[in-house]
């Protein structure tokens, strides 16, 4: 609570320390929640950008298991991935949580589709290599074949094939995805 209220104040050092000390405590549910915190406010000042934070998110996975506060801090990490750029790595997180939580599933399933959707008709395709963006589309063929209107990403996904210059593999891919 007073890490909190020193958050609130805008004392985020005092914060920080107070976050810290309680991540060195021996209650594992506020070492797990004050950790979580700290790496979330380090992140809002600008000490940490989104792919550190996610691995220090990451490395706090098995601080806390098994209810909807781990769901939650899996599936932060993958947005945090995902604001990172590292795309394959947060559909997988998603994925493996949708594994562990199948009472969660469907509500899972619209996060892992939406983010799917968002890579696609980003710019951030723009920057995968061709063979990266055929990797990632075949690693989620399943959510691409979902897709609605996928008509227009079928023919850039031909078109990035053909620039690789694999005629061969794209009727395949895309007969697979169809």
Not at 37 to 59: M, N, P, Q, T, Y
């Amino acid at each position: 609570a007073r890490a909190l209220l020193k958050q609130g104040d805008g004392d985020a050092a005092g914060a920080l320390a107070a976050l810290d000390a309680l991540a060195l405590g021996h209650d594992q549910l506020d070492r797990a929640r004050a950790a979580a915190r700290a790496v979330e406010l380090r992140l809002a000042s600008g000490e940490l950008d989104a792919g550190k934070a996610a691995d220090a998110l990451d490395k706090l996975r098995y601080a806390w298991r098994g209810d909807r506060g781990e769901l939650a801090l899996r599936e932060r990490i993958a947005d945090l991935r995902e604001r990172a750029g590292t795309w394959r790595a947060a559909l997988s997180e998603l994925r493996s949580a949708k594994n562990d939580f199948p009472d969660r599933a469907s509500a899972i399933q619209t996060h892992l589709m939406g983010m799917f959707i968002a890579l696609l008709y980003s710019q951030a395709t723009d920057a995968l290599s061709p063979l990266d963006l055929v990797a990632l589309v075949d690693e989620n063929a399943d959510l691409f074949a979902a897709m609605p209107g996928n008509d227009a990403m079928q023919a850039r996904l031909a078109d990035r094939l053909m620039a690789l210059d694999l005629p061969d593999r794209a009727a395949p891919l895309l007969e697979e995805l169809t």
